[in-house]
């Protein structure tokens, strides 16, 4: 098997290779079980978002309300948050059918099985996924609690 220069075939210890074998039925599972609801978040969320109008809404008097830009970027942000976490799963799935779960897929490092209890769909070890994290924050954010003296003001 050839391999690119810098790049080792993942290594794990043979005793937490046996701890993860014999955890990966319950591991497969529970990943299975995120998978679906996760599906069925994303289905709820694309059925909701193409037929929302502006009489979608209505207030505790019945009235039409017209949905507001906060929670129009909530819902997206809801959106996106449930297809990442589906993209994720799916990964983890991957590694599992091709023998690499629990092993980074960026740098090959083992990752810890308490890790991967906790977090099943975790594809990262720890040192890979702090800069992931911050490359994924937005660079701004658009959801702020009002300072007070916009509250003091707005209440006058």
Do not use: W
Not at 9 to 21: E, N, Q
Not at 41 to 46: E, F
Not at 86 to 112: F, K, N, S, V
């Amino acid at each position: 098997m050839v391999r690119s220069a810098g790049v080792s075939a993942p290594t794990i210890p043979a005793g937490r290779a046996d701890d993860l074998a014999s955890r990966l039925p319950v591991l497969r599972a529970a990943l299975e079980r995120q998978r679906d609801f996760r599906r069925e978040q994303v289905t709820q969320v694309d059925l909701h978002q193409p037929t929302r109008t502006p009489s979608a809404t209505k207030d505790a008097a019945g009235r039409a309300q017209e949905p507001t830009p906060a929670l129009c970027e909530i819902e997206a942000l809801v959106a996106a948050g449930a297809r990442r976490a589906l993209t994720d799963i799916e990964l983890a799935l991957a590694q599992m059918r091709t023998g690499r779960y629990g092993c980074c897929r960026r740098c090959g490092t083992g990752i810890p099985l308490a890790v991967l209890e906790a977090i099943p769909k975790t594809t990262l070890c720890l040192a890979c996924q702090q800069p992931a994290e911050h490359n994924a924050l937005p660079a701004h954010t658009a959801l702020r609690a009002p300072r007070r003296a916009e509250r003091s003001s707005a209440a006058r």
